[in-house]
C-alpha cells in the first residue's frame, strides 16, 4: 500500500481545511485507513481512521464533532474534513493504513505516507 497526504496549509482558528490522501494497493476493502498528527516537541497521535470496507469511523475524542474522516472507494481517496479548527490542531498530518493483520494481531498501522503540514493561527 502507498499513501500521499496533500491539502495541508494555513487556516485561522474557527476555520476549516480538508486533507486528502491518495491510496494505492490491493484488497483495500480488509483494511483500516487513517490519520494522524505530530506537534512540534510531541509524540504522533491518532486521529481518526476508517474501514475502508464499510465505511465506520472512529474519532479521538480530541477532535470529535469537529473531524470527519471518509472515503471516496471509487477513487482510492481518504480524506479529513477539519472544522472549527483550533490553534492545538497544529501538528503534520499522516495518513496511514492498517492491514488485516496488523490490525488483527496489535491494532497498528504498518503503511505511512509523508505528512502534511496543518497551521492554525490565531
Known amino acids: 500500500v502507498q499513501l500521499q497526504a496533500s491539502g495541508g496549509g494555513l487556516v485561522q482558528t474557527g476555520g476549516s481545511l480538508r486533507l486528502s490522501c491518495a491510496v494505492s494497493g490491493s484488497d483495500l476493502s480488509t483494511y483500516r485507513l487513517g490519520w494522524f498528527r505530530q506537534a512540534p516537541g510531541e509524540k504522533r497521535t491518532y486521529v481518526a481512521h476508517v474501514n475502508w470496507g464499510s465505511g465506520a469511523t472512529v474519532y479521538a475524542d480530541s477532535v470529535k464533532g469537529r473531524f470527519t474522516v471518509s472515503r471516496d472507494a471509487a477513487e482510492n481517496t481518504l480524506y479529513l474534513q477539519m472544522d472549527n479548527m483550533k490553534l492545538e490542531d497544529t501538528a503534520v498530518y499522516y495518513c496511514?493504513?492498517?492491514?488485516?493483520?496488523?490490525?488483527?494481531?496489535?491494532?497498528?498501522?504498518?503503511?505511512w505516507g509523508q505528512g502534511t503540514q496543518v497551521t492554525v493561527s490565531s
Open positions: 496511514a493504513a492498517s492491514s488485516p493483520v496488523a490490525w488483527g494481531v496489535e491494532r497498528v498501522f504498518d503503511y
